[in-house]
């Protein structure tokens, strides 16, 4: 049986996630999103510190206020969400998942002593969970 520190946030989190800078133009965070198949992403600053959040829905958005206009530049600065709910590395897997059935989110940045350190998602809740439950 596992124990319970073995359900920290911090053994279940995805460690290898796509960083995106406030001053990265909207074009090219649609280009990494479609090539890593993703739709958030955590925006940071030149210290890795959480500054907010872009997901796909704002890229759309970008995309019908350009009007799909090709030489349209909007950065990621102006349409991110500045404010993050995020969780610490050391939370259980269970606390992350009440988490997800009271909000609509589907991942949240693992944050430890400020910086970003990974993603954790349903999924991965779900596959933490399958060592007490299976």
């Known amino acids: 049986m596992p ?13 290898n996630f ?3 800078k406030a001053d990265q133009e909207i074009g090219e965070v649609i280009k990494l999103f479609n090539k890593h198949r993703i739709f958030g992403a955590p925006v940071v600053d030149d ?3 959480l500054v907010g959040m872009i997901s796909g829905t704002d890229c759309i958005k970008a995309g019908i206020q350009s009007n799909f ?3 349209f530049r909007g950065l990621v600065e102006d349409f991110m969400t500045p404010e993050v709910r995020t969780v610490d590395a050391d939370y259980s897997c269970l606390y992350v998942a009440e988490m997800f059935l009271k909000d609509n ?3 949240y940045p ?5 910086n970003v ?6 999924t991965d ?8 439950l299976c």
């Open 3 to 15: 124990t319970s520190d073995e359900l920290h946030v911090r053994y279940h989190l995805n460690p």
């Open 18 to 20: 796509v960083k995106l």
């Open 47 to 49: 210290l890795g510190n």
């Open 69 to 71: 206009d090709s030489s």
């Open 105 to 107: 989110y589907r991942r």
């Open 110 to 114: 693992v944050v430890e002593n400020g």
């Open 117 to 122: 350190i990974g993603m954790i998602g349903r």
């Open 125 to 132: 809740v779900l596959k933490s969970l399958e060592k007490y």
